[in-house]
């Protein structure tokens, strides 16, 4: 069982069969299979089958580890999540190598692979910072529509408090960032260790 940090997850346990997520925070495995096993539970729980994993890697220059997996209904998905002890994450390639019998890669990334998800993460930081500073223009004219749930208010308040110039501020902030990140990744691109499962070669 370990502590980990990811996407509405805290847990991680390898079962017979899967890896098991869990936004809980457990002290032992016991703990952890206990809780997993209740039927009616309102965390949040991900199932990750061994046979259903396409890829497991992680870059030298960062802490996150990528699962790349199909659900049950074969739907390509991944969980991304990274140890809080870095001592577990020796634990955790030899346990995909040695009891799961996984093959063990290295690579060094191209520039340009090194930057695909800055490159993304770039378009979808521009197209959130142009709606919101459109909902910005709306907040200020009054004439932004109704809000129907508690999340959407948040949203207003937060973007009413920024106005169109703070949403653009803090846009063009996370771009810069991003842009940087991009950069430092293109001059040196990382190592990246992966490991592929049997069924896979």
Not at 121 to 132: D, W, Y
Not at 168 to 179: N, S
Request: glycine share 6%; net charge neutral; charged share 20%.
């Amino acid at each position: 069982m370990f502590a980990i940090t990811g996407n509405k997850i805290a847990s991680m346990m390898a079962g017979e069969t899967s890896f098991m997520f869990s936004s809980q925070h457990f002290h032992s495995a016991e703990e952890f299979q206990a809780a997993w096993d209740k039927k009616l539970s309102l965390a949040t729980r991900v199932e990750v089958k061994y046979d259903a994993i396409k890829s497991v890697h992680k870059d030298d220059d960062d802490a996150d580890i990528l699962i790349k997996y199909k659900t049950i209904l074969g739907i390509p998905t991944n969980c991304q999540f990274s140890f809080d002890d870095a001592e577990a994450y020796p634990i955790f390639f030899a346990f995909l190598q040695k009891d799961r019998y996984f093959a063990k890669q290295e690579e060094k990334l191209t520039p340009l692979k090194s930057i695909v998800n800055y490159l993304i993460g770039n378009v979808v930081t521009l197209a959130f910072t142009v709606f919101c500073y459109s909902e910005a223009l709306k907040i200020a004219k009054g004439t932004v529509a109704e809000t129907t749930n508690g999340k959407q208010e948040l949203f207003n308040n937060i973007v009413g408090a920024l106005g169109d110039k703070g949403v653009l501020a803090a846009g063009a902030l996370l771009l810069a960032y991003l842009g940087y990140k991009a950069w430092s990744r293109f001059s040196n691109p990382p190592n990246r260790i992966l490991f592929l499962p049997p069924n896979s070669y």
